[in-house]
């Protein structure tokens, strides 16, 4: 009888032990799965807008291609700069032929193609994919509104030429794409803008470090495999 005692003493203690294993087995594979793989966000809304080189593009035209959107305008003293500069250091870090750059001007009454092409000479630009696009003002901010990214209302002067850091990623069948953060929720979009701190929680102009850009590449290079 105390045999059997022990042994039923024993499988008490292990059993629990077994669960817990499981438990933490099964914590690993989901952080797994959201630390390799990309949430599908939405299609990419249909665009047809004028490049720098007064060529239309479109959404069918990115097809095949991983690639980054952003809305942004020339004259933009801010966080402009700070976005077109991350975008470059993206291209070099990247450097595929299969990446691309779609920069959306909220400004065409000033950034026509002429201005455009002068605008990415000055950024360098190098990359034949990389098109800052102009266009009609109401459909650019219709545009932005599909994406879900902030521009802001044109009939409002004080508040038509702000706009929002963030970028979104596009997957080589046109799916919006993002990764999942550390409590496994999707990011939805990227940040484009410079931090004072490495968690990206300040945004600061002049801010050294900009940690979504190094995911981002990450992503990209996911994306192209």
């Known amino acids: 009888m105390p045999k059997n005692k022990d042994a039923g003493s024993k499988a008490k203690f292990i059993i629990p032990i077994a669960i817990i294993a499981i438990i933490f087995l099964g914590v690993g594979i989901a952080s797994g799965y959201f630390r390799n793989n990309l949430y ?37 003293p801010t966080i402009c700069p700070v976005m077109n500069s991350n975008m470059r250091a993206i291209e070099d870090a990247v450097n595929s032929p299969d990446f691309g750059i779609i920069s959306i001007s909220i400004d065409p009454d000033n950034d026509t193609p002429e201005i455009l092409k002068q605008h990415a000479k000055s950024v360098g630009s190098k990359s034949p994919n990389w098109h800052f696009l102009t266009g009609d003002r109401t459909y650019i901010g219709n545009l932005a509104d599909q994406f879900n990214i902030y521009v802001g209302d044109e009939e409002d002067e004080g508040e038509s030429l702000n706009h929002s850091g963030m970028i979104a ?17 999707p990011i939805l979009y990227y940040s484009g803008l410079n931090y004072e701190d490495p968690e990206g929680k300040t945004p600061q102009l002049t801010g050294k470090y900009h940690p979504d850009r190094e995911i981002l590449i990450e992503d990209i290079k996911k994306l192209l495999q």
């Open 40 to 76: 599908t966000v939405m299609k990419v809304p249909d665009f047809e807008l004028t490049d720098q080189n007064n060529k239309k593009i479109t959404n069918k035209d990115m097809l095949g291609k991983v690639y980054l959107v952003e809305f942004f305008y020339s004259r933009c």
């Open 169 to 185: 990623l596009v997957d080589k069948e046109g799916n919006v794409r993002c990764r999942y953060n550390k409590d496994n929720m």
